[in-house]
């Protein structure tokens, strides 16, 4: 037998197995962190897009609505049991405005269902009932839906404008929102939207 030619022995080889392994195992690690930092990242963009595009749409149509007694701004607090809409499981906010776009005034309302819908209330007829109307999908994976008035001097849980109520025919000067979007580790976001025509 010729020496120019060796073999490996056993012990190279199981070396240089260990090291495949090794190197193989290092690989599948570090593309499963990659892939799952990918998704959170992908996951907090898709949230953050969703929780901005909301308050936009929310600051546009609050910063529009109106005083009057027959379209009053109701703002009820999910803790205090009554509520305009029987699957809502959250606060919900009901009033009037002139939006862009549209014609006379337009009733618009928000609420959160157990299954994580914020549905938002549409009715162009102008018949005062915010319990008529159509509803649409606003947004999805929404936990919770909390929001506060504030009269100028404190801030309030709830806000009641229709005839009889504390706040009888009067707008809040601005509505704080805070919004938690997610099932698996929610976020939570809060925005203040000023009413000018308070």
Known sequence: MDRSTRALTLVELLVALAILVTVGSS??????????????????????????LLFDLLGRELSSAVASPRYPLVGLSGAGGEHLREDSVSDELFFAGRLSGRTGIVERGYWVTAEGRLFCHDDVSGDG???TGERELCGRDVGELDMAYFDGAAWRDGWDARDGAPEAGALPKAVRI????????????????SIPTS
């Open 178 to 193: 805070v919004m938690t979007i997610g099932r698996r580790a929610p976020e939570r976001f809060e925005t203040i939207v």
């Open 129 to 131: 009932d915010y319990a």
């Open 27 to 52: 690989t599948v690690l570090i593309f499963r962190g990659v892939t799952r930092a990918w998704q959170a990242g992908e996951l907090g963009t898709e949230r953050y897009q969703q929780a901005r």
